[in-house]
């Protein structure tokens, strides 16, 4: 897959592309990928449960549902990030 190519998000089914955000290797929009993030962190560190991390995620979706994307199958890949 090259940089500048659209795809189809893994998580959020969305068109999207890469913005440098994510790793070359991810089938995931950068939103999806800066929620991923914030799952992992949620689930490896619990001190790290804090407010800011539940606001940015909120933000997040709300940029994946403002695209278009299917923000179930979001909140269902992500389930440390939005108990
Ligand atoms: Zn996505």
Do not use: W
Request: glycine share 6%; charged share 20%; proline share 2%.
């Amino acid at each position: 897959m090259s940089r500048n190519n659209c795809f189809v998000c893994a998580v959020c089914t969305r068109r999207t592309r890469f913005t440098g955000t994510q790793s070359l290797s991810a089938e995931c929009c950068s939103e999806c990928y800066q929620i991923a993030g914030i799952d992992n962190l949620l689930n490896d560190c619990p001190n790290e449960r804090v407010d800011k991390n539940y606001r940015q995620a909120i933000h997040l979706l709300g940029i994946i549902a403002d695209r278009g994307g299917d923000i179930s199958a979001v909140i269902a890949e992500n389930l440390y990030a939005f108990p």
